[in-house]
C-alpha cells in the first residue's frame, strides 16, 4: 500500500530564511506525489505534483520540490519564507481511481 | 478556475438530528470526495462518488452516507449524529476517472460542531 509520512508536525522559521518541510513515501513502484497548502480557515491547494516528468518540480509561490527514489523522499523546499507562508502543508500520494492518501500535515509558523 | 462551493463555513447542530452538509462544483467534474480532517490525523476520506447516482465507501464511512442526484452536487448526511462527529469537513472534486495524475480541488470546508 502507498504511503506517506510528513516527519515534522511543526517547523518554525524566521522570515526570508530557507524552507524545509519532510515527507517520505512509501510505494512498491515509482508514485506520483503532490504538496497541498491549507491557509487558515480555507481548503486545500495545489502546490505542485511530482509525475515523473521531472525530478525537481517548481510550484506556485516559490515552492519547489525534489523526488529522490534512492531517499525515498519530496520534500518541499523555498529560499526565503514569507508571512503569509504560514499555513498547513500536506503531502499526497494518489493510490489509483482517484484516491488520494494524505499526509498527517506540517504546520508552517514564521515569526517576523 | 474550478469553484467548488460548501454550503454553510460553521454549522451547530444537537446530538441525534440528522444533518446535510451540501457541496456544488461548477467544472462538471466527474469525480466527487467528501473528507474529514481532524488535528493529527490529517485528511480522512469518507465517501467518494464517480458519477451520478453512484457512491463508494472511503476509509471511514460509518455513521455518514451521501447522495448525488446530480453531477454539480454531493451532499453529505449524518443520519443520527454525535459529538464524535465534531469535525471539518472538507468537499472536492476532480476531472478523471482514469488518470490519477489530476489533482482534486477542495472548497473552503465546513466546521460543524455537534452539542
Known amino acids: 500500500a502507498q504511503s506517506v509520512t510528513q516527519l515534522d508536525s511543526h517547523v518554525s522559521v524566521s522570515e526570508g530564511t530557507p524552507v524545509l518541510l519532510r515527507c517520505n513515501y512509501s510505494s512498491s513502484y515509482s508514485p506520483s506525489l503532490f504538496w497541498y497548502v491549507q491557509h487558515p480557515n480555507k481548503g486545500l491547494q495545489l502546490l505542485l505534483k511530482?509525475?515523473?516528468?521531472?525530478?525537481l518540480v517548481k510550484g506556485i509561490n516559490g515552492f519547489e520540490a525534489e523526488f529522490k527514489k534512492s531517499e525515498t523522499s519530496f520534500h518541499l523546499t523555498k529560499p526565503s519564507a514569507h508571512m503569509s507562508d504560514a499555513a498547513e502543508y500536506f503531502c499526497v500520494v494518489p493510490t489509483g481511481f482517484q484516491k488520494l492518501v494524505f499526509g498527517t500535515g506540517t504546520r508552517l509558523l514564521v515569526s517576523p | 478556475d474550478v469553484k467548488v462551493t460548501q454550503s454553510s463555513r460553521y454549522l451547530v447542530k444537537r446530538t441525534g438530528e440528522k444533518v446535510f452538509l451540501e457541496c456544488v462544483q461548477d467544472?462538471?467534474?466527474?469525480?466527487m470526495f467528501w473528507y474529514r480532517q481532524d488535528p493529527g490525523l490529517g485528511l480522512r476520506l469518507i465517501y467518494f462518488?464517480?458519477?451520478?447516482?453512484?457512491?463508494e465507501k472511503g476509509d471511514i464511512p460509518e455513521g455518514y452516507s451521501v447522495s448525488r442526484e446530480k453531477k454539480e452536487r454531493f451532499s453529505l448526511i449524518l443520519e443520527s449524529a454525535s459529538t464524535n462527529q465534531t469535525s471539518m469537513y472538507l468537499c472536492a472534486s476532480s476531472n478523471s476517472k482514469t488518470d490519477s495524475n489530476q489533482p482534486q480541488h477542495f472548497g473552503d470546508g465546513t466546521r460543524l460542531s455537534i452539542l
Open positions: 467544472m462538471d467534474h466527474e469525480n
Open positions: 462518488s464517480y458519477d451520478v447516482k453512484m457512491k
Open positions: 511530482y509525475t515523473s516528468a521531472a525530478t
